[in-house]
């Protein structure tokens, strides 16, 4: 679960309820419009709305959705305003939690997501008390039928010398790991191959993840999913492997 993130499941849910989907596209949005108010409505300037532009897409969110969530964003909706606050915390068995939400109430969503936490053998750290684990990178994921032409070995060894920090390889795929700076050229350098990803975001990486046994790993997923369907999480991550 190192790395979890709702977004980058979203295109392989199968079988969404209605519900479900309106819950999604209004994070999604929630994204959108906290993007478009931090860097512009512009998505040649501003490469997060951009990529949150690319989940929505994904999401298969209507394009009248993503316009008023970018015209929200960028003072042109009407409601109050919201705000990315990110939320550290602790898990069982000595796991840590970087929680990302949109909110227009921090006091409220705080005190929600704590509430999780407790009933769940987690808690809530201080600022700074976590986040220090984590690493910011892009995390490029290419599935194993988008290699069968080529030859991993090679193709591995030309995204390090284009920037990749570290390329890890596995029946699933390969997973490109990319400085944040480096990672819209890491984009642009994948689709020249013709390659297409099956996920590709801005993640916080733990610097060292931990082993955890099937049934510790198992109360992790719980209390991660419980914080999962707040409304206001937008993604979650993790330090367990």
């Known amino acids: 679960m190192s790395g979890h993130s709702k977004w980058s499941t979203i295109k392989r849910q199968k ?27 512009d998505t040649e300037t501003n490469f997060r ?30 409601g109050q305003q919201i705000e990315e606050v990110t939320y550290e915390g602790f898990g069982p068995h000595g796991t840590t939690l970087l929680i990302q939400t949109v909110t227009d109430n921090r006091n409220r969503t705080v005190g929600e997501i704590r509430s999780i936490l407790s009933k769940l053998n987690g808690s809530l750290g201080s600022a700074n008390s976590v986040a220090w684990q984590f690493e910011n990178l892009g995390v490029i994921r290419i599935p194993s039928d988008q290699l069968a032409k080529i030859d991993k070995e090679t193709f591995s060894l030309d995204l390090i010398e284009a920037g990749a920090q570290d390329v890890q390889d596995s029946a699933e795929g390969l997973t490109i790991l990319v400085p944040a700076n480096g990672f819209a050229a890491m984009q642009k350098f994948i689709a020249a191959k013709n ?19 099937e049934k510790d790993s198992e109360k992790l997923k719980t209390l991660i999913e ?10 979650i991550w993790t330090n367990a492997d």
């Open 195 to 213: 390659i297409t990803p099956l996920s590709a975001d801005l993640e916080f990486v733990a610097k060292q993840p931990i082993k955890l046994s």
């Open 49 to 78: 709305l951009r990529l949150a532009i690319e989940k929505a897409r994904e999401a298969n969110m209507p394009n009248e959705n993503v316009d008023r969530a970018i015209k929200k964003g960028a003072g042109a909706g009407e």
């Open 226 to 235: 419980a914080i999962d369907e707040h409304e206001d999480v937008t993604a």
């Open 15 to 41: 079988g969404i309820t209605d519900a479900k989907r309106s819950a999604v596209f209004t994070k999604l949005g929630k994204a959108i419009s906290v993007a478009a108010r931090l860097g512009g409505p």
